[in-house]
Each structure stands twice: as C-alpha cells, then as structure tokens.
C-alpha cells in the first residue's frame, strides 16, 4: 500500500493540486449535451402551470418549452409524468458561500491608535469573488433544495466590499461566475474601534463626504483627459477608481439595514447622493416604512431569520413578548410587501445554511404571502433585479438551464426535488441509506479529532441522522462539508471533496468506531492511503 504519497496531500496545498485531476459536479460526465423531459408539468412565468409539456434542453440552454413539443431525435428523454419543472431559485444576497481569512487583530492598535482603514470596515476592495468557495458537497446541498443561483456579498463594516453573482453549477469559481464586482455593500454600522467614524452620526458623516468626494475625483479626473493644458492632473486613489461606478449610479449599492430607522437613512442617503440602491432588510421591518419604500421606489432585499432588532419594542418587553412577535409578527413582512405591491426578493443574510434560508420563506408562505409571490421572490424578481431577466427566472426558450424537477410542491415542508440541471448540467440526486440489514450499533454525532502520521491535526464534525451522516472536515487550508456518508453496524465512512487551488480532491474515509474512538483509512483515489485515529471531543 502507498502511503508516502497521501502524507503531502494532507501536508501541503501544493501536493494536492499536483496529484489531483480537475473535476466536475455531479454523477455524470455530461458528454451528452441534449435531453428532453416528458409529459411534465412547468411553471411559467404568469398564469397556471402548463399541464403534460415537454422541455427541451441543448448545450446549456432551453431550447423549447410546450405542449406537443416535438421531442429531437438526439435526445435523452427523462420521464416527467410526475414531474413539475421549475426554473432554478436563486438567493438575492448573502455570504454563506464566502470563506473569509482567518486573521489575529493586533492588540496593540488598541494603545497605539494606529487603526487602518480595513480596522474602520473601510474595504470596498474586497470582492466576494475571491472569497468564494463551491464545494461539491455545498453545491449538493443548495441543489437538493432547488436553490440553482446565489448573489454573494461581503456584509462587514461600513464599506463591506463587492459582490458577485453565481449560478450554482460547479466548483471552480471561472466557470460559476455570472456577475462579477456588481453591488457594493454599505453599512450604517459604526467601527467597534475608538477611531472615526466610530458612531452612527460618524458614519453618515463619512459616507457623505466619501461619496462626494469621489463625484469630485470623478468631475477632476475627467476634466483633465478632456483638456490636460492648463488643468491639474488629480493624484490616483485606488479606492475611488473601485467605488466610481458605485457613486454615479452605474452599479448599484445595497444598505444594510438593521431596523426601519436604519432604513429611512438608507433611503435618505441613495436620494441624496442619488444612488442606484437595494435595502437589505436584515431586521425584518421594511414593512413598517412601505410609504416611504414606494416613494422611493425601492428594491427590498428581504431576509427571512425573523429575529426582532434590538430596537424594536418587542425586544424590550422580555422573551415571552420577542419570542412571540419573531413567530408571529415578523414573519408577515414579506406578505405585508407583497401586498402593498414593493417589489422584494428573498436574500439568505442572517440563516446559517440553504436548509435554513428556505426554512425561512416556508415561514413567510404560512404567514400569509401567497406562493406565487413567493416563488417571484426566489426566481424572476431576483434575476430582473440584477438585469438577468434574459438568462434566468423562469423556463423560457433561450435561457439558462437552471431548472428543478420536484415532484409536487417545490414550497412545499414536503418537497421533493428529484434532479436539477444547474448551468444546463444534470445533476440527479440518490437517498444515501446504510447497507442493508446492516443497522447502526454506534452513533458518531459530535466533534472528532483525527490524527494522521506525518499530517497535521484535522477535525471532523458530524451529524448522524439513523445511518446517514453529514458534517464538515476542519484541514489547514479550509473547512469543507459533506453530505452522504454512511454509518453501517460499527463501521463509519463517507466521501469529502476538498477544492484547493482550484482542483477537486476526494477522499475516501472509512474507519471503525468503538465507544469515543474510531481508527481507519483515509484514501484519495489511486494515490495511496494512510491509517488514521481519532478521539470524540465532550460536548
């Protein structure tokens, strides 16, 4: 057995990408490139759902949608009869795809004052794009529950960074992006440091003189390539060329907004400085300000965590009151938007995973918003937000594949998706269950330390749900999820995907357990294997 080669792997990004081939998602090669789904029901973008139609799919694309649609000859054909195609959800906003560095602040800015701008949450240089990270197993959870299309958006400090959007399809980043640098993100939260802008008043202040001063860069800069005799040549500022668009209204911002008063400063702010703009609702209380919404004819990004801000009156009146308003009060906001017609689209900020986020919407419908508002707010209003509407939102000849095959309600507690062509690439989803006759005798839920000969210390932490496990592997260079893994008798094993410096690593991890210990394998293809033990870490 070859175990000198695996001991790099888990030693040194380097040696992964080097003795790993590149891959792609899901359980096929997608060499075929053309298929038709039958006798299907689809949802279209206005009006009832056509009834026992075909859905042609070629080289990425919808070719054709309708009743008596001739299906190609070169076409895999996939039974639809108890079928309803969906086009792809997408998440509005939110940074669960970002992975953002692990960094020790330096104690001793605390006495030396020396804050930069990046300690006062100053860093629109921060781009999403490179932050992101699409796993396989990340990708498969957001696949099983329909969500094809995510905006990513750094939300920390006051100029938070840019954004990019992504339809969900594979996990190198060149091939997912749809959108690069396309929103900026501004907070009215103030810096925690003692150094300007460190209070609320401060950081109005700031972003009306940033904002202002970057119209007058804009205003020198041209003036100077227009006539330079004469005229002084205004010094270079990295950080107003990247904030440029975002100030004359070329690319759009989105306030982060922790309450309705956080709103009505937003709303103040993009008037005045006359921005293109999105309000992201993170507190729930957009439709406390609807006549000041419609006025300004906002975009409402709406999160659906549902937990009362601190402002709010039912935070100051004791648990029983919050608890109560976050189950039945809060929740109505989107139904509220709805009907007082504010355009809004459903972003993931302040729920932890996918399974939360939608979660979440199901909370809303039982609220009171209406499903077909519902399913707007995850598909065609997000894409018409971000000009998409011509590649994504809805199943029309021409568009994107992103397309969900559920059987039944896909806003359903119940739903079952059965496949989803994501970017065009089929992706078919299989129940992971333990072999058979073969019961569970341990449970592995909890947190594992694993140590290898010659590797560093990796941690595993896992959930056990009878004989079907997920989790996430913690390695020096990331944390990585998984889904499908197997607990069968004693014997635990599971399959983790680990992308480093763009490649796709899979490893195969099998191991014993007895009692809080577990000794095994860790494999990773044809390059060898290395034994491993762990240790259950008390909860």
């Given at each position: ?409 896909l806003l359903a507690k119940d739903a079952k998706v059965r496949m989803v062509f994501s970017d065009g690439t089929k992706v078919e989803f299989k129940e992971a269950k333990a072999e058979a006759g073969a019961k569970p005798t341990v449970n592995v839920s909890g947190k594992w330390d694993v140590t290898a000969e010659g590797a560093p210390t990796l941690s595993l932490e896992l959930t056990q749900e009878e004989g079907v496990v997920s989790g996430k592997l913690a390695t020096p260079f990331g944390m990585f999820d998984f889904t499908g893994g197997t607990v069968s008798g004693n014997q635990f094993s599971c399959e983790i995907s680990l992308s480093v410096g763009g490649q796709q690593i899979d490893l195969f991890i099998s191991g014993e357990v007895e009692g809080d210990a577990m000794r095994g394998t860790i494999v990773q293809g044809t390059s060898g294997s290395i034994e491993f033990s762990a240790k259950r870490i008390p909860a």
């Open positions: 057995m070859i175990k000198s080669r695996l001991k790099p792997i888990l030693i040194a990004a380097a040696a992964l990408c080097l003795t790993a081939p590149p891959s792609r998602l899901g359980a096929e090669d997608n060499l075929h490139r053309v298929w038709a789904v039958k006798d299907c029901a689809v949802v279209m973008p206005s009006g009832a759902p056509l009834a026992k139609a075909n859905v042609v799919i070629r080289d990425g694309l919808v070719e054709a949608v309708g009743a008596g649609i001739a299906i190609p000859p070169d076409a895999e054909v996939i039974d639809g009869a108890k079928l309803t195609v969906y086009p792809g959800l997408i998440d509005a906003a939110g940074q669960s795809l970002i992975k953002f560095p692990e960094e020790k602040f330096d104690q001793a800015k605390y006495y030396s004052g020396e804050f930069n701008d990046k300690d006062r949450g100053i860093s629109p240089e921060v781009r999403a794009y490179d932050l992101i990270s699409l796993g396989k197993a990340t990708l498969e959870k957001y696949h099983k529950l329909g969500i094809l299309a995510a905006l990513a958006l750094p939300d920390k400090g006051i100029l938070t960074g840019q954004a990019s959007f992504f339809v969900l399809s594979d996990p190198d980043k060149a091939k997912s992006l749809v959108l690069k640098d396309c929103a900026l993100g501004v907070g009215l939260l103030a810096s925690s440091f003692p150094v300007y802008p460190s209070s609320l008043m401060g950081t109005v202040a700031f972003l009306r003189q940033e904002f202002s001063d970057i119209a007058y860069y804009g205003l020198q800069s041209n003036r100077w390539r227009k006539e330079m005799k004469g005229n002084l040549r205004p010094a270079y500022s990295a950080r107003f060329d990247i904030m440029g668009p975002f100030a004359s209204g070329a690319k759009p911002v989105v306030f982060f907004c922790r309450n309705q008063h956080d709103i009505r400063r937003g709303l103040d702010l993009a008037a005045e400085l006359k921005l293109d703009f999105f309000i992201c609702d993170l507190g729930g209380e957009a439709s406390e300000v609807i006549p000041e919404l419609k006025q300004a004819r906002a975009r409402v990004l709406c999160t659906v965590a549902f937990k009362v801000p601190g402002t709010s009156l039912y935070a100051q009146r004791g648990k029983a009151e919050r608890e109560k308003a976050e189950k039945e009060i809060y929740p109505r906001n989107p139904a509220r938007l709805a009907e007082a017609g504010v355009p809004f689209a459903f972003s993931s900020f302040g729920t932890d995973d996918p399974k939360s986020f939608m979660e979440g919407v199901l909370k809303a419908v039982e609220a009171g918003l209406p499903k077909d508002k519902a399913l707007a707010a995850l598909t065609a209003t997000p894409a018409a937000f971000f000009g998409l509407e011509g590649a994504l939102g809805s199943v029309v000849p021409g568009k994107i594949a992103n397309l969900v095959l559920a059987e039944g309600d």
